[in-house]
């Protein structure tokens, strides 16, 4: 017999017709918010559930006892989820990392344009001042420019090739990987300073952790130009919001493109939204058909090799970062030279 699979949210049709057709009972949850799920597990007793947003507690895994087997993650990031409770209560964790790794990049490169171009301020003057907003709006392109990538991983890595490919130059920062595992093109540092101090974009794509939380602050943001933008479609706690506040309201730095913020759903008196020179959108970066569609077959492809006693293609990294091996060699590309006049 079949295990039930709990969805507090939406699973695309493939998802649900492989699942279904392997004898799996599906069960519409009644919400996503962690109190919803606590209340549908305790009534149906699921064998397992495929999350999106919602914040996996220990109170869940305690009401999910002791039926629960599989937890899948729709979707890249896992820090809404109490692994060690999980761990407690002998659930296997399991999440969808390439799922929406492309759509997650684009979402950093339209933020990237969207800045350099100044949209902000050619839609607030086309009407009032058309040849205001189209002969003094300041923008600059990409081409040419530094973007410097911390987090290298299957999200950075699509961003360092598109940016290669808008003929940027490239700089990646992740100490857990090996300077071979980089893409062709980029020049790998071991020093975190250079990317904030070098960067003309510093673009975020590290997972939340006890080392990168807070990350960006007021000691790292002093490092930028004048003239760089931060980028984050990663996590909120990695910048010190406060800190980016006063760096972006007094132009320490030129603005920030976020994707993603500390408080979500965005509280209504945040500073940052009240400034110009700051894009947020609201964590939309894998929320492209595509990747919705990916995300949602392959934490359905989770649950099922569970079911089918099969080691899952994609099981959560149980990694202490604190303590995890690094790196230190570094790889540095021939580079031509972008100059002001080139064609």
């Not at 999910?64 to 087997?69: E, H, I, Q, S």
């Not at 990237?112 to 205001?132: G, P």
């Not at 890595?157 to 893409?183: G, I, Q, T």
């Not at 919001?241 to 509280?267: S, T």
């Amino acid at each position: 017999m079949g295990w039930k699979v709990l969805l507090p949210q939406e699973l695309k049709q493939d998802a649900r017709d492989l699942l279904e057709s392997h004898g799996m009972t599906l069960i519409d949850g009644r919400g996503f918010e962690t109190e919803d799920v606590i209340a549908d597990m305790k009534e149906y007793q699921p064998d397992a559930i495929i999350v999106r947003i919602t914040k996996m507690t220990r109170a869940v895994f305690e009401a999910a006892a002791p039926n629960l087997k599989v937890l899948a993650r729709h979707g890249a990031g896992y820090d809404a989820v109490d692994l060690q409770a999980a761990k407690d209560y002998g659930v296997k964790c399991l999440y969808a990392p390439v799922a929406n790794s492309t759509s997650v990049a684009e979402t950093a490169i339209m933020h990237m344009l969207y800045l350099s171009r100044n949209v902000t301020r050619l839609q607030k003057m086309l009407k009032v001042d058309f040849y205001d907003a189209k002969l003094k709006t300041h923008m600059t392109t990409l081409n040419g420019k530094t973007v410097g990538i911390i987090g290298c991983g299957n999200i950075g890595s699509r961003v360092a090739k598109r940016c290669l490919a808008m003929e940027m130059n490239v700089l990646c920062y992740d100490p857990y990987k090996p300077a071979s595992e980089f893409p062709d093109g980029v020049e790998v540092t071991r020093d975190l300073e250079r990317i904030f101090k070098e960067s003309d974009f510093v673009s975020l794509h590290a997972p939340n952790t006890s080392v990168t939380k807070n990350m960006v602050n007021k000691e790292t943001l002093a490092l930028m130009k004048p003239t760089a933008f931060l980028i984050n479609t990663a996590r909120g706690a990695l910048v010190n919001e406060e800190d980016l506040y006063e760096a972006c309201k007094n132009h320490q730095i030129a603005g920030a493109g976020l994707d993603a913020i500390a408080h979500e759903p965005i509280l209504p008196d945040m500073p940052l939204s009240t400034l110009d020179n700051v894009l947020i959108t609201p964590h939309v970066g894998g929320n492209s058909i595509e990747a919705a569609l990916r995300a949602s077959y392959h934490s359905a492809m989770g649950v099922l090799e569970m079911y089918e006693g099969k080691t899952p293609t994609w099981p959560i990294p149980d990694i202490d970062y604190e303590t995890a091996k690094t790196y230190d060699d570094v790889k540095i590309p021939e580079r031509k030279s972008v100059g002001m006049y080139d064609f």
